[in-house]
């Protein structure tokens, strides 16, 4: 059943575009369907890595241009979660140079007020809250970094960051099946 749906996906998705032509999203989709079959999965994956798009879009753009889902699906969480890996160690790396010997920096009333909300959120919902709540307000690229800058475990951000890009993902799954339902393509 998985593989008629998927081969069907792929043999309807010359017939009819579902994302608005001349948007961000269709150049994106016209780049990776632009490549050779072979590249098109690097390609999901160099586009899942770009803030913004993650692992909640790029699923989508990989059906929508052909691949099946778990391919799609794949590329998308392995982007995201390469990108988000090589920030949350560098940001660790960072902070442990950048505090091993200084002092603690004044800030202006602005600056501590934002910190002090921030911070707050990070209270109260701990890491796995914000990993997989984040997405909501920021993209992964940026809510990874800003836990370990607050003293979160890296190992413990990167655990939480990696099951909230997979439900992230198969959330995108989820509706590029409903999508492609609706508009005709499934």
Known sequence: MISTLSTTLAARSAEMNPVQEGSWIADLQNWVDGLPEALQWLGLLAISAVPFIESYSGPFIGMVVGMPWWAALLCGVLGNAAAVAVLVYGAHSLRSARTKNAAP????????????KIKKYFDRFGVPGVAILGPFALPSQFTAPLMVSFGANRHLVMLWMAVSIVLWGLLSVALGFGFLYLAGRA
């Open 105 to 116: 920096k004044d800030l202006t009333e602005k600056q501590t007020a934002r910190r002090a």
